[in-house]
């Protein structure tokens, strides 16, 4: 596969379809908080309040010149709710983009980097199968969001009172499938694996503190991707921090760097 702006458009737009079909779970979830999205052309701008690691707007840029009302309608949006306006802004958007959030006072936050591998040419770089690693069932809900909650709050035991709205949304979500790793009976990591189409999209990969450097990560992502492949998925995409040790387990099992996204925030004033 080559970097062009059809496979750009298949990456971000599964990243868009994803945070609404989230939004429709996430009221099942906790009916006492709310997933506000906007919704544009091609453009989806999630809210699920302070500090919510999916604050953003996705989907600038994709399908040609970007309209500036489009941006002020976003800002409003984030505005409303008191927080910061953040973007996210794929290296093959359009160049009106960049004009207007320079324009319109934007700084760099933050670069992640977004992974893709082809699946019918894949053959996993694993000897045996990681026999901790299995397909979630219904029962497991509870455990399997406290211990990804755990994992990225970098905590082998979550406080009581944490709030895991999203952990269980995304466990609910229609298109995900989620997998569980267990040592000796307990749940000591998780991820997803959603399948739309031919792409298989892999995250909310997260493991307890204690039990990593034991190759748990790796056999998750060797799990999922046998699962989807096998289900007829032809391109799987994940999304790692620069520098991080999920980088290297991705490019372990065969994933290459598809381009580098930036993260955009307006402060509120």
């Not at 505005?79 to 960049?98: F, M, Q, W, Y």
């Not at 991820?191 to 189409?197: E, F, M, Q, R």
């Not at 204690?210 to 699962?227: E, N």
């Not at 289900?231 to 381009?259: C, K, M, W």
Request: with cysteine; proline share 4%; aromatic share 8%.
């Amino acid at each position: 596969m080559s970097l062009n702006t059809e496979l750009a458009r298949k990456l971000e737009g599964d990243l868009l379809e994803g945070n609404k079909e989230l939004m429709q779970v996430w009221n099942e979830v906790d009916q006492k908080s709310e997933l506000k999205v906007l919704e544009l052309e091609n453009i989806v701008a999630v809210y699920g309040g302070p500090d919510c690691p999916i604050n953003e707007a996705v989907g600038l840029g994709m399908y040609g010149p970007v309209q500036e009302e489009f941006i002020e309608a976003i800002e409003e949006f984030y505005g409303s709710n008191n927080d910061d306006t953040e973007i996210r802004v794929c290296p093959l958007a359009h160049k009106s983009l960049v004009e207007f959030t320079q324009k319109r006072g934007y700084v760099l936050s933050g670069f992640s980097y977004r992974w893709v591998l082809n699946l019918e040419s894949w053959t996993s770089p694993v000897m045996v199968p990681d026999s901790r690693v299995r397909p979630a069932m219904p029962q497991d809900e509870d455990h399997w969001s406290k211990a990804v909650a755990s994992g990225f709050a970098d905590q082998d035991n979550i406080s009581q009172t944490a709030d895991l709205t999203l952990e269980h949304a995304f466990f609910r979500m229609k298109s995900s499938i989620p997998f569980i790793a267990e040592e000796k009976g307990k749940v000591v990591a998780g991820g997803v694996l959603a399948l739309s189409d031919d792409v298989a999209s892999l995250f909310a990969t997260s493991t307890l503190p204690s039990y990593r450097g034991r190759g748990i990560q790796t056999g998750l992502l060797d799990s999922r991707l046998q699962y989807a492949k096998d289900h007829g998925a032809r391109i799987a995409t994940i999304e790692t921090d620069p520098g991080s040790a999920s980088q290297r387990n991705v490019e372990r099992v065969g994933f290459r760097l598809a381009y580098v996204t930036a993260e955009l925030v307006k402060h509120r004033r």
